[in-house]
């Protein structure tokens, strides 16, 4: 719906409308100017946003920075408007009884007072939130002294972070993305003019907003998808490369320990994504010019389809099925110790374990309100979790055999489950009670799903067919041959016109619903393709193989156009992110591992002097005892070698008159965590640089020369660096005129 000012003739017939409605505002509108605004603004956001608002949704959008509003009070203000405005049962939603009152209030003619304000409220909001961003973010947001320590040893951390953080700049961080998402584009100069201030704030100020979401412990990552949702259609190819890399930015610095030292953002987390991007020549020079004093990571040959995170299940715990949650910041998998677990997107953190099934989980999903979890086990029954409690709050009883799939309704009211009993059943979820039982298959039903309009049920089964059944009836409407194998996963597209299928014969295949005829197959795995599923603007699709192999497909032309390598294990279960800009999978070696969608990334004994002690200064490794640095310089015997206080500097006296400092951090070496520590004698040790562990043999030691490798190397170089109480150095702020 347009939500520009309407000029129009009016008629006898809305002069009585508008008169009606003119009565409706005169009683419902508080007199109070303070009160009057929140009411106005909450009127404002219901009729002119993208998508029907929650309550829960509407109180940030409609509250000031500097006012602490509750759900409450914004539910006592829609009761004002009760003769215009209501509460679904069903969802929550707040919405208009008739269309014919946004036609009233957004009209420039019929109602002057309310028109302008309404139609530009969130372009207004949003160009507010992003306006005192520009204004009052900056490098350092804070105040650390050195980039040598972690946060938690930082005693004056919580002070500076609230003198530095106003209430004002805190609600524009949290909250610009969810005014933006809510603006349609009917307006085109307000669009045009806020993919200025995007590409503004994307180019100069995000990494401050990272930093400064992430000292009031937010999360970007629902922003960032709600700007790449709002942007996706906008085609300004600058703005998108810029939100993809800082939603792997993002990812990757929370997923690591670097996270536990904020200025790690820049200096280990930022370095390396750099390097990366320019492995991988995607243009980062918008932030590249302005961080001279980061270290040089020179990355050659390294694989970059390296997963954005890896979620590791405890050993030897193969995980069968995994699931984004709708709002994309949960992960829930099923795995073979009969658990089905919830993990952070964000973090790779486990935030959740359901116990209750006595066998292996082999399919799990979110319900579309994100707050049940449905189950399949090998222990022949369905059951329903509570995503808040972890508590169990159904089962469902009825299969005779292992349940391979389960799928919540588009409305969240039904589930289907597929079982090794050959029947596909359909269960209440508020009940537990079956509804529906669909028998046809002649063998074990591996994958079932429903349409995107709930009409219809998709199955695929070991006696090599898909089939499509009708919900209301549960009769068989479709019976598709054409795989030569089993059928262990089935999909419906979005818009439900086609329905993906992949099986034991190695094949990704696409059929018409409408005449269940093949439009499309797709060759190029190795071994049996065990998951299949559509993007969520049916554009691509994913499949998951026991070849070890993630890959994504173009649905028009049936192209691969990416391959996932990364998994050391057969991949059991993949799927897209609801935004489409990740996928995730789940596999035997362990693991969940979660993908770029455009990139396909993933975030003793001392020998060494050879005689007497002379001239040089050797630094040695007090555990294992191996050499890791030596400094010439000395002309004469070096009678005195000592630390600094904080382990980055030796200091050496000789008798050639002389007394000389060398920098430790030149020699280091890297500790589990993938921290990367100068080799001291101090307590204490300088927290230099963070690299991903998984990627340490690629990494070039000081004292190696040549490292050759079929997985590439990594060379970092500290020489230019700005460190410790250094680092204000890193950031260089762009000209006045720039």
Same mark, same amino acid.
């Given at each position: ?15 009585? #409308? ?142 500076? #972070? ?173 795995? !073979?110790?009969?658990?089905? !677990? ?397």
């Amino acid at each position: 719906m347009d939500t520009r000012p309407i000029t129009v003739e009016v008629g006898e017939e809305e002069l009585l #409308v508008d008169s009606l409605y003119k009565v409706i505002l005169k009683q419902a509108l508080p007199q109070r100017r303070r009160a009057r605004g929140l009411a106005e603004r909450i009127l404002y956001a219901v009729l002119t946003a993208r998508r029907p608002l929650t309550i829960s949704k509407l109180t940030p959008l409609v509250a000031l920075s500097t006012e602490d509003l509750d759900e409450q009070a914004v539910a006592t203000n829609i009761n004002r408007f009760h003769a215009v405005l209501y509460v679904s049962g069903q969802d929550q939603q707040v919405m208009t009884y008739h269309k014919s009152f946004s036609d009233f209030l957004l009209s420039q003619s019929r109602c002057p007072d309310h028109a302008n304000q309404a139609s530009s409220y969130f372009f207004d909001r949003t160009s507010e939130c992003l306006q005192v961003m520009d204004n009052f973010l900056h490098f350092n947001m804070g105040s650390f002294a050195s980039s040598y320590f972690l946060d938690v040893d930082d005693t004056d951390l919580a002070s500076r #972070v609230k003198a530095n953080i106003s209430q004002e700049l805190k609600y524009a961080c949290r909250f610009w993305a969810m005014h933006l998402s809510s603006m349609r584009h009917s307006n085109k100069a307000n669009t045009q003019h806020l993919e200025q201030l995007l590409l503004r704030f994307f180019c100069h100020k995000v990494l401050f907003w990272m930093e400064t979401m992430h000292l009031v412990r937010g999360d970007c990552r629902p922003a960032i998808h709600l700007a790449r949702d709002w942007a996706h259609n906008l085609h300004v190819i600058q703005l998108n490369v810029l939100m993809a890399a800082v939603d792997r930015l993002w990812a990757s610095f929370m997923s690591s320990p670097s996270s536990k030292s904020t200025p790690h953002l820049y200096i280990s987390s930022l370095a390396t994504q750099l390097a990366m991007s320019k492995m991988h020549s995607i243009p980062l020079s918008e932030w590249q010019s302005h961080f001279p004093g980061l270290p040089d990571v020179q990355c050659m040959g390294i694989n970059h389809q390296h997963p954005l995170l890896v979620i590791s299940h405890p050993a030897h715990v193969h995980v069968h099925s995994v699931s984004f949650s709708p709002d994309g910041t949960r992960i829930v998998s099923g795995s !073979r110790d009969h658990t089905v !677990r919830v993990w952070d997107t964000a973090t790779g953190e486990q935030v959740a374990k359901m116990d209750g099934h006595s066998n292996s989980v082999h399919s799990v999903s979110f319900s579309p309100d994100g707050t049940r979890i449905v189950s399949g086990s090998r222990d022949h029954t369905v059951r329903v979790w509570d995503t808040t409690t972890g508590e169990q709050v159904a089962k469902m009883d009825g299969h005779n055999g292992c349940v391979w799939s389960v799928s919540f309704s588009p409305d969240g009211t039904c589930i289907v489950s597929g079982s090794h009993d050959h029947t596909v059943q359909v269960w209440d979820t508020a009940t537990g009670e079956q509804v529906a039982k669909m028998d046809g298959h002649s063998n074990s039903v591996h994958s079932v799903s429903f349409s995107p309009d709930g009409t219809r049920i998709v199955s695929g089964s070991d006696d090599n067919t898909v089939r499509v059944w009708d919900m209301a009836t549960g009769e068989q409407v479709a019976k598709i041959d054409g795989h030569d194998s089993i059928v262990w996963s089935v999909s419906f597209s979005p818009d439900g016109t086609r329905i993906v299928s992949g099986s034991y014969d190695t094949t990704v295949r696409v059929w018409d619903t409408a005449i269940g005829e093949q439009v499309a197959k797709m060759d190029g795995h190795n071994d049996s393709v065990h998951s299949v599923s559509f993007s969520p603007d049916g554009t691509r699709i994913v499949s998951g193989s026991h070849d070890h192999t993630v890959r994504v497909w173009d649905t028009t032309t049936g192209e691969q156009v990416a391959k996932m390598d990364g998994h050391n294990g057969r991949v059991w279960s993949v799927s897209f992110s609801p935004d489409g800009t990740c996928i995730v999978s789940g596999s035997d070696d362990d693991t969940v591992q979660v993908w770029d969608t455009a990139t396909g990334e993933q975030v003793a004994k001392m020998n060494g002097h050879n005689g007497i002690v002379w001239s040089t200064v050797q630094v040695w490794d007090t555990v294992t005892g191996e050499q890791v640095g030596k400094m010439d310089g000395h002309d004469s015997i070096v009678n005195s070698v000592s630390f600094l206080p904080d382990g980055t500097r030796i200091v050496s006296g000789s008798h050639d008159n002389t007394v000389r400092v060398f920098d430790s951090t030149s020699f280091w070496a890297m500790d589990e965590d993938g921290w990367i520590l100068p080799i001291t004698l101090a307590q204490s040790h300088p927290y230099i640089f963070w690299y991903p562990h998984t990627l340490k043999c690629t990494l070039i030691h000081p004292l190696c020369k040549v490292l050759i490798s079929k997985f590439g190397h990594t060379r970092i170089d500290f020489t230019k660096a700005a460190l410790g109480s250094n680092w204000h150095s890193v950031y260089q702020p762009p000209s006045a005129s720039s």
